[in-house]
């Protein structure tokens, strides 16, 4: 097996590195400017998240690859994100329900690895955490707004979680690569943050007038790498070419 | 320039003694070099122009977002994927300044928005051609980023106040964009010769529309003159592209490129670069909605704001519900 601490690193790069991907695709047609400026700033934060996970992915696996050459030289199988995060923007109502969803996970997440026992990953989380504070309330607003709107908003944001809630629960699938890690404190075992998850996306919903789907049936295979969805080849099409048609080039 | 052909009322320019008392003091105001603030008195046709240029200028803005949005997906690293993505940003905000100083003058974002839309307001005609490789990315920044600077820095004297603020702002910011453009260009033009011939290429396509961003001559057109009395334009267009030409073309042999203009000589006795004018039939056919990408990035405009309608519509109503509920509380 591929060293946990790897693994790890690259599952909360990788995210952040897709999900940021998706949201810059919003870039010059949201649906106000301020949502454009917004939408912009979120996924820089997560493109500098990326820079970190990924940056000190390659330095524990001492092969010489840095974060660039993570992002744009992997295939497929190799990405370990989340299928959340490679969904398709959909309307604007799918991409702020498909933030908030991960980004109130990804709050409770790097709020326990503040506290890890690997300092390079406490130092990370504890930039990345003064971020995402700001990025789950936001999303989380946004999400309360459209889902107490107008009657179509409240449909299409019902529709949105209807549709994301199936690749919510991958988010707190353990496996051996979790286990490795909460054995040292490095990580925290994913099982734990879901009550709190719960409460708290509870309450987001419940203030938006939506009804969460009574199935936790949970799509899974992108943490893990074995089962990408078609979307994720698509987007590496678009964001890897470049690197791949020049590969003898610097930028 | 951002803000192209702008048309100003007028006549010619009236003196001082053909004045009413009212404007008289508007221009003695102007003339020695003080502000025009929103709730002080103006001609007509000063508010009017203004409205224009800024509104032409805000959406340039805007529009000029989508070129390089074009290749942020599309970038060759992280770090430069982040600053094309934080230039666009910028380009956001720049438009958000400019559409709040035209609200001072009495018009809504909302309107100006529906009048860009509508196509009855225009935008910078770069904006109508295509970025066909990352090396756009360096030459957008480097040259076009480059124009905008040379006529708004100037701008940054304009009188009327709400203008000229935003231009501080903004002037700081393009500076940046320039350079980040200049240094993608360089990365470009020391690689490898794929990447020189992209370079090359991108100053080709990119050299006339830039100068074109400045219009045509003006030096003799009356609606020039009474913007410039207005103070709402300080240079003629020629004295800009000029100062662009003399600045972009040492840059150019730096880099190693060609700048594609067999005429293009120094000139000792007047110490300028003299070169040879755009293609100016080109420029009235972008205007006229012709340019390679015009029907596009309207297209493209359009879409967002109808497919986003239902979300302004969702966030006014709850918004609504919010300050119903807290007034019933009280
Ligand atoms: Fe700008
Ligand atoms: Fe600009
Ligand atoms: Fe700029």
């Given amino acids: 097996m591929t060293d946990p601490l790897f693994e790890y690193l690259c599952r909360m790069g990788d995210n952040t590195l897709v999900l940021s991907h998706r949201v810059s695709e919003w870039c010059g047609v949201a649906p106000v400017l301020e949502e454009d400026i917004a939408l912009a700033n979120t996924a820089l934060d997560l493109i500098g998240q990326t820079q970190l996970w990924l940056g000190l992915a390659g330095e524990i696996e001492g092969k010489g690859r840095d974060a660039d050459t993570l992002a744009f030289r992997r295939d497929v199988w190799d990405f370990r994100n989340v299928l959340l995060a490679e969904q398709p923007n959909g309307d604007f109502g799918q991409t702020m329900m498909r933030q908030y969803l991960f980004d109130a996970w990804h709050l409770l997440q790097l709020k326990a690895l503040k506290g890890s026992s690997n300092a390079q990953i406490s130092a990370i989380a504890e930039k990345a955490v003064k971020e995402v504070t700001y990025h789950v309330e936001r999303s989380g607003d946004t999400v309360i707004g459209l889902g107490d709107g107008t009657e179509e908003s409240h449909q299409r944001m019902q529709k949105a979680l209807d549709r994301l809630w199936p690749y919510v629960g991958e988010l707190f699938v353990s496996d051996a690569v979790d286990q490795a890690l909460s054995a040292k404190g490095i990580a925290p075992e994913p099982t734990s943050l879901r009550e709190e998850y719960d409460t708290a996306v509870n309450a987001v919903l419940a203030e938006a007038t939506l009804t969460r789907p009574d199935s936790d049936f949970a799509h899974q295979g992108g943490k893990t790498g074995v089962r990408h969805t078609e979307h994720l080849g698509h987007m590496l099409t678009e964001m890897q070419w470049l690197q791949r048609a020049y590969p003898d080039a610097t930028w | ?330």
């Avoid at chain 2, 003091?25 to 070099?33: K, L, T, V, W, Y």
């Avoid at chain 2, 997906?73 to 300044?97: C, F, N, S």
């Avoid at chain 2, 690689?191 to 090359?200: D, F, L, N, P, S």
């Avoid at chain 2, 972009?248 to 000589?265: E, F, M, R, S």
């Fill in chain 2, 1 to 330: 320039m951002y803000a192209q052909m702008i048309k100003s009322t007028g006549e010619g320019v009236k003196s001082l003694e053909d004045m009413d008392p009212d404007e008289r003091a508007f221009q003695e105001r102007i003339n020695a070099g003080g502000k025009i603030e929103p709730k002080d008195w103006m001609p007509d046709g000063y508010r009017k122009t203004l409205i224009r240029q800024i509104g032409q200028h805000a959406h340039s803005e805007i529009v000029g977002q989508l070129p390089e949005g074009n290749w942020i997906t599309r970038a060759p690293t992280l770090e430069r994927k982040a600053i094309l993505l934080a230039k666009v940003q910028d380009e956001a905000g720049h438009g958000l300044y400019l559409y709040c100083a035209a609200e001072t003058l009495g018009v809504s974002r909302d309107q100006l928005t529906r009048d860009l839309l509508s196509g009855k307001m225009k935008y910078s005609s770069i904006f109508n051609y295509p970025t066909l490789t990352w090396a756009d990315m360096g030459a957008v920044g480097w040259l076009v980023d480059g124009a905008a600077i040379m006529n708004q820095v100037p701008l940054q004297r304009t009188s009327y106040g709400p203008y000229a603020r935003a231009m501080v702002r903004i002037c700081k910011e393009e500076s940046f964009h320039q350079r980040q453009g200049y240094d993608i260009m360089m990365k470009m033009a020391q690689g490898t010769e794929a990447q020189r011939k992209m370079a090359q290429d991108a100053l080709n396509r990119f050299w006339y529309p830039s100068l074109m961003m400045f219009g045509p001559s003006d030096a003799e057109s009356v609606h020039s003159a009474q913007s410039m009395a207005w103070k709402i334009k300080v240079n003629t267009n020629d004295e800009l592209r000029q100062k662009f030409v003399d600045q972009t073309v040492p840059q150019a042999h730096y880099l190693g490129l060609t700048v594609p203009d067999d005429d293009l000589k120094f000139n000792e006795e007047t110490g300028h670069w003299d070169f040879s004018q755009p293609d100016w039939n080109e420029f009235f056919d972008v205007l006229k909605g012709n340019g390679p990408c015009n029907v596009e990035r309207l297209e493209a405009r359009n879409k967002a704001w109808d497919d986003g309608r239902w979300v302004r519509e969702g966030l006014l109503a709850h918004a609504a519900k919010k300050k119903a509920t807290h007034l019933a509380a009280e």
